[in-house]
């Protein structure tokens, strides 16, 4: 037998705050277990969920490991300017003038992410 991913877990300051960008995001939702002020927060999404715990440094370095998002049901671009209302900063932006490429993100609390292009742009490219 093998192992699954449980959790992806992030050190943050703010467990309940980053759970609930990441649920927005994700179009998930923060564990009804879960409330402001707890140190460890749930978010529940389809695969793996994204466990949130409070930690007293702050972020210092780039990540080693980060998450790659695809948008669902809109374009790259779009899924950029909505999560940029949400609260994200745009930190490197590998778009093309083809449509190819990405656009890294950091979430509220510096963590790095990147938006990939949907399925539908993929396809549409092929």
Not at 21 to 30: P, R
Not at 56 to 80: C, F, G, I, M, S
Not at 82 to 94: F, K, Q, T, Y
């Amino acid at each position: 037998m093998t192992s699954l991913v449980r959790h992806v877990t992030f050190d943050c300051a703010d467990p309940y705050a980053l759970a609930s960008f990441w649920a927005e995001v994700l179009g998930a939702e923060v564990s009804d277990e879960d409330a402001p002020g707890d140190d460890e927060v749930l978010v529940e999404s389809p695969g793996a969920g994204l466990l949130f715990i409070r930690v007293p440094e702050p972020k210092a370095v780039k990540n080693r490991v980060h998450l790659d998002v695809q948008p669902q049901d809109r374009t790259r671009d779009e899924e950029v300017e909505r999560l940029l209302g949400l609260g994200a900063a745009l930190l490197d932006d590998r778009r093309n003038p083809d449509g190819t490429g990405w656009a890294t993100l950091g979430d509220p609390e510096g963590n790095e992410f990147c938006v990939e292009r949907s399925r539908a742009e993929r396809t549409a490219a092929s």
